[in-house]
Structures are given as C-alpha cells and as structure tokens.
T-cell receptor, first 114, second 109 residues
Framework: DTEVTQTPKHLVMGMTNKKSLKCEQHMGHRAMYWYKQKAKKPPELMFVYSYEKLSINESVPSRFSPECPNSSLLNLHLHALQPEDSALYLC?????????????FGSGTRLTVV | GIQVEQSPPDLILQEGANSTLRCNFSDSVNNLQWFHQNPWGQLINLFYIPSGTKQNGRLSATTVATERYSLLYISSSQTTDSGVYFCAVYLGYGNKLVFGAGTILRVKS
C-alpha cells in the first residue's frame, strides 16, 4: 500500500460546527503532515508529527487541533472556523522527519466554511 | 528564508510538444521533489531527486545541487499532463518541505 487516504473528500461546515478530517497511511512512515492550500497558491505547512509527537506547529490558530492517535493515523479537528479557512487540506507522510525518500500526499479534503 | 522560484509561471502547449520547467532555489537543500497537481487537487509525486538525473517514461528531471536548480522535462505532451507542476525543497533546518509557486501547464489537443 503506497497511498495516503484522506476522508472526507469534501466537507461543508458552518462556523459553529465541529468536524474532523482524517488521514491514514500504511507505509510504515513515521512522519505525517497537514498542509493547507488556497486556490492558485502552493501548499503551506500547518503541522508536523514525528514519531507520533507534534514537532512543528506553524503558528496555526487554535481552532485547528491536530491529533496523532497512532503511527498510521492523523486527524485534524476543526472548531469555530471562519469562511477564510475554506481551502484544500492535504495530508502527507514521509519515511522519516528528514524527508528522506520523499513525501507522499493524499488527495485532500476540500473544505468550505459557510 | 529560502526562496524557491519556478519558471515559467504559465505554459500552453500543443499536444505532442516538448517543454522544460525550471526550479531555482536560493540555499542548499537536502532534498527536492517534483509534483504534479491534477485538476482534482491530487498531488502526485513525479520525482524525488536531490541530485542527478532520473527518467520515468515521457518525463525526466535533473537537479544540479551545486548550482541550485532543477529541471523537469516533459516530452510528447498529452492533454492529461495539464495541471500545476510544483517543485518542493526540503530544508534540514525547520524540518519542512517548502513549495515553489508552481507552473500552470495547459496542453491543448
């Protein structure tokens, strides 16, 4: 299995809702990442988990809360989002936190906040 | 911070044509990848190429790390090659993958 699987593919949520994005990989990768991508822009790093511990938080607002329950799973909990948070959220994994052998990305969750 | 510059920003090709995309980076990097993002948003890994040359079918890539650039060659382009091509570099410090702004490629039939 050489894939990163993200669910759901599309999500529409109100500003008072709580929702979660899920990401799963079974490649034995020990580093996992959340990226945010706005239209016509490159992906921007949000969080890095290395060996199930949060190692980087790129000053992301607290309404985004990551969680890594085990080495295969990565969640992103969403609460009280704003319309400007609408974007494509991409999950990625790599064999180690040094980026050796490259990154594998999921197909993303397209989030719309109304 | 490191600058990753891609050129050209936009490219329109007739089906069957060849093209070269360029990625310049301003500092030493540990690793470099080329990705293709299709119209549905999927980021597909094309090459992991910190140095040297690799080929995969109609695509090939070359990275000259000492001169801080990488090139992606697309030969005999097809309409399915359309999308955005990103170069991304891995910084040893900061432990992060940094993307260039991308090249938007449109292949017309």
């Amino acid at each position: 299995d050489t894939e990163v699987t993200q669910t759901p593919k599309h999500l529409v949520m109100g500003m008072t809702n709580k929702k979660s994005l899920k990401c799963e990989q079974h490649m034995g990768h020990r580093a996992m990442y959340w990226y945010k991508q706005k239209a016509k822009k490159p992906p921007e790093l949000m969080f890095v988990y290395s060996y199930e511990k949060l190692s980087i938080n790129e000053s992301v607002p607290s309404r985004f809360s990551p969680e890594c329950p085990n080495s295969s799973l990565l969640n992103l909990h969403l609460h009280a989002l704003q319309p400007e948070d609408s974007a494509l959220y991409l999950c990625a994994s790599s064999q180690d936190s040094r980026g050796n052998y490259g990154y594998t990305f999921g197909s993303g969750t397209r989030l719309t906040v109304v | 911070g490191i600058q990753v510059e891609q050129s050209p920003p936009d490219l329109i090709l007739q089906e069957g044509a060849n093209s070269t995309l360029r990625c310049n980076f301003s500092d030493s990097v540990n690793n470099l990848q080329w990705f293709h993002q299709n119209p549905w948003g999927q980021l597909i890994n094309l090459f992991y190429i910190p140095s040297g040359t690799k080929q995969n079918g109609r695509l090939s890539a070359t990275t000259v790390a000492t001169e801080r650039y990488s090139l992606l060659y697309i030969s005999s382009s097809q309409t399915t090659d359309s999308g955005v091509y990103f170069c991304a570099v891995y910084l040893g410090y900061g432990n992060k993958l940094v993307f260039g702004a991308g090249t938007i490629l449109r292949v017309k039939s």
